[in-house]
């Protein structure tokens, strides 16, 4: 992309650049704030100024307009550090070190991309998150960054937060301390550079095309729908559930839902509880062809259409990677396991870190849905396989 290129895309985005983040040279790299105020914004890129273009001056820090209109500009105890080129503090945080299949990605992740972005900038990497049974610890989580932020650090943050909402005053506090901060794997409300993580009208929509596509390939002349999930009042799961409803019926005018997002399945993320309300579901809705999980419990509507003995009359589809929903596809019950990619959104801070204050450059958000399905499982479980390996 030429210099010109970035320039007119920060303009698009709406971002003001008012000055530049410093270095010892004569010329430093600016930046601008890419952070969405919408679901589907992609964030920017900025271009280094040269002295023709009104750089300025040596030493100061770089500020950069921010969506709700307020000012970012960089601590000067970071900008102190990249000039004199010491290495900077990347504290990545996430919401739990002991969810299952989750965690371990995410981790992977993060252990992934450290090392290349150390290649871009010099910089110390640490990932924390709490340990809790229930597997979601908000105010440990918040405690312990704001731990690191008390105590400048931190020089550049990223955050998985379990929803929208509840991160949204550290997200702004550390932004107004001077501290870039990215958010990632949840649509967020607050102030960040860039939000990177999948829209959920979009994912119900790829999740509808998806199984139209497997119908007319397949033959498949499909009419009653149902949806479920763990934790299916939440704002992910309305959207996924939602936007599937709208992209099936606009196809199959007379396809009916048992039930939609107003009433979902609710199935909890227990295994055993998640199986037993798949087939206390099936034994209800004799009618059902098609059960949506928008979460991981696919694999739990697999074992139950198993047991009821409906293999071929009631199909499903799912979200994310598991060696059980690998199975479902593979026996030909599962359409496929929409892979939301933990491991990229993990590793997203550390890269964008590194290019924000290295370059100047905020990363977009260009986080797609990729659909495991019978013809590329078998790498999915390889891989799947050797992050359960490593752990």
Known sequence: MQIADRRLIAMVAGVSILASCTS?????????????????????????????????????????????????????RIADKLSSGEK????????????????????????????????????????IAPVSESGIDVPAQIAQIEALLNTDQVDCLSIEPPDS??????????????????????TSNGNEFTNFTQIPEKEGEQAAENVLQWMADTDQDLKVFAVSGGDPTAFWAQGRMKYFKETIMEAIPDATFVNDETNPLATTFDAAKTLDAYKAFIAGN?????????????????????????EGEIFTIGWNV?????????????????????????????????????????????????????????????DLQAILDAQ
């Not at 929903?325 to 990619?341: E, H, N, P, R, S």
């Open 322 to 382: 598991s060696l059980g929903q690998l199975d479902a596809i593979d026996a030909g019950t599962q359409v496929a396991a929409l892979d939301q990619k933990w491991s990229e959104q993990a590793g997203f801070g550390a890269l964008a870190c590194a290019e924000l204050l290295k370059n100047g450059e905020v990363l977009p958000n260009t986080q797609e849905l990729f659909p495991v399905t019978k013809e590329n499982s078998e790498q999915a479980r390889k």
């Open 88 to 127: 900077v503090n990347y504290v990545f945080s996430y919401q739990s070190a002991s969810i299952p299949l989750f965690s371990a990605q995410y981790k992977a992740g993060y252990d992934e991309t450290i090392v290349e972005a150390q290649s871009t900038l010099p910089m110390n990497g640490q990932a």
């Open 24 to 76: 010892g040279a004569s010329t430093a790299p600016s930046t601008g704030a890419g952070a969405s105020d919408a679901p589907d914004s992609t964030g920017s890129t900025a271009a280094a100024p040269s002295p023709s273009d009104g750089g300025t001056a040596e030493g100061s820090p770089f500020t950069a307009e921010l969506k709700d209109g307020s000012t970012f500009t960089l601590a000067p």
């Open 165 to 186: 909402n509840a991160f949204t005053a550290i997200t702004n506090t550390a932004m107004q301390m001077g501290v870039p901060v990215f958010t990632v794997g949840v």
């Open 286 to 310: 004799p009618t059902v062809q098609f059960i949506v999980s928008v979460d991981i419990g696919a694999e739990h509507a697999f074992r139950a259409i198993k047991e009821a003995g409906k």
